[in-house]
């Protein structure tokens, strides 16, 4: 089928919004962001052409390393569970009728559209070493009560529960667009041939809402590989620069030392980070679905 002008004219008109867009507030910045990475330029300002010595001083710099590795432990703690812990709870939501079902995914979707700073102070009542509420819990199974944002051991666990807490309704939405697309008489059959509720779960919910699990997975890699508000807001980074990660360690250097071409270095190496194992855990989990 042939497109006339008009047609083919309209389409670049109703294209060329989102195109400009695009390329003002995304490709723009990032290739000068790619150019500020190799000089030594303040925050504002101009800077001296100094080529790849940011890179060589960033793959020596000691803080920098320590926060790649906190920011690997924080995905470690929150993508795969908060990811099992949405499709579980999605899971018993879709048993529910009516109002019922409502009310509940109501109360697991709530904490997602609080800001950040509702959350901070939610949570830091809830855990204060006098008088939380969350301490009695701590206090069972610890036998004393901890100051988890000062201790070392407990303060990025804390913040991996409380991120999981907070964003874990939108995982569920989306678990339950999944579940509602898996059409009943295919449970009905196997119910009718004897399947368990595991069988079920293993041959039938599992493969067919892995799709969803795919992109789950990969949003929260996204998400997560840029924390940084609530590890600014509950530790700082601390105690001892136990919870300090990538984003930290570029908001320092910009802000802070007003180091924007170092800063730069940082914010283009999480990026590629962030695109080539995002990309590579899709193919991997697209694959894996494929093979179901």
């Given at each position: 089928?042939?497109?006339?002008r008009?047609?083919?004219?309209?389409?670049?008109?109703?294209?060329?919004?989102?195109?400009?867009?695009?390329l003002?507030l995304?490709?723009?910045?990032?290739f000068?962001?790619?150019?500020?990475?190799?000089?030594?330029?303040?925050?504002?300002?101009a800077g001296?052409?100094v080529?790849?010595?940011n890179y060589?001083?960033?793959?020596k710099?000691?803080?920098?390393?320590?926060?790649?590795?906190?920011?690997?432990?924080f995905?470690?703690?929150?993508?795969?569970?908060?990811?099992?812990?949405?499709?579980?709870?999605?899971?018993?939501?879709?048993?529910?009728?009516?109002?019922?079902?409502s009310?509940?995914?109501?109360?697991?979707?709530?904490?997602?559209?609080?800001?950040?700073t509702?959350?901070?102070?939610?949570?830091?009542?809830?855990?204060?070493?006098?008088?939380?509420?969350a301490q009695?819990?701590i206090?069972?199974?610890h036998g004393?009560?901890?100051?988890?944002?000062?201790?070392?051991?407990?303060?990025?666990?804390?913040v991996a529960?409380v991120?999981?807490?907070?964003?874990?309704?939108?995982?569920?939405?989306?678990?339950?667009?999944?579940?509602?697309?898996?059409?009943?008489?295919?449970y009905?059959?196997a119910?009718?041939?004897?399947?368990?509720?595991w069988?079920?779960?293993?041959?039938?919910t599992?493969p067919?809402?892995?799709?969803?699990?795919?992109?789950?997975?990969?949003?929260?890699?996204?998400?997560?590989?840029?924390?940084f508000?609530q590890i600014?807001?509950?530790?700082?980074?601390g105690?001892?620069?136990?919870?300090?990660?990538m984003?930290q360690?570029?908001y320092?250097?910009?802000?802070?030392?007003?180091?924007?071409g170092?800063?730069?270095?940082?914010?283009?190496a999480l990026?590629?980070?962030?695109?080539?194992?995002?990309?590579?855990?899709?193919?991997?989990?697209?694959v894996?679905?494929?093979r179901?």
């Amino acid at each position: 089928m042939k497109f006339g002008r008009r047609e083919i004219t309209a389409a670049y008109v109703l294209v060329a919004p989102f195109v400009i867009a695009y390329l003002v507030l995304f490709i723009y910045p990032t290739f000068k962001m790619v150019e500020l990475s190799f000089t030594n330029a303040p925050l504002i300002g101009a800077g001296d052409w100094v080529g790849f010595a940011n890179y060589i001083k960033l793959s020596k710099d000691n803080l920098f390393i320590q926060a790649a590795l906190h920011t690997g432990y924080f995905v470690l703690l929150t993508v795969i569970p908060t990811t099992l812990i949405g499709l579980a709870i999605a899971m018993m939501v879709s048993r529910l009728n009516g109002w019922l079902q409502s009310l509940v995914l109501a109360a697991f979707f709530l904490p997602y559209i609080l800001p950040v700073t509702v959350v901070y102070l939610i949570w830091t009542w809830m855990l204060d070493l006098q008088f939380g509420i969350a301490q009695y819990a701590i206090e069972l199974f610890h036998g004393s009560r901890v100051a988890v944002f000062r201790d070392r051991y407990w303060a990025m666990p804390t913040v991996a529960f409380v991120t999981i807490w907070w964003t874990n309704g939108f995982n569920v939405l989306l678990f339950i667009a999944g579940l509602r697309n898996i059409s009943q008489d295919i449970y009905d059959a196997a119910a009718l041939d004897g399947a368990s509720r595991w069988q079920m779960f293993r041959n039938i919910t599992w493969p067919l809402v892995w799709p969803v699990t795919a992109l789950v997975l990969t949003i929260q890699l996204i998400l997560q590989l840029k924390i940084f508000d609530q590890i600014y807001l509950f530790t700082q980074g601390g105690p001892f620069n136990s919870t300090y990660v990538m984003v930290q360690f570029i908001y320092k250097n910009a802000f802070q030392l007003n180091r924007g071409g170092y800063a730069a270095t940082v914010a283009v190496a999480l990026f590629a980070v962030i695109v080539v194992v995002s990309v590579l855990q899709y193919q991997v989990l697209r694959v894996r679905g494929g093979r179901s």
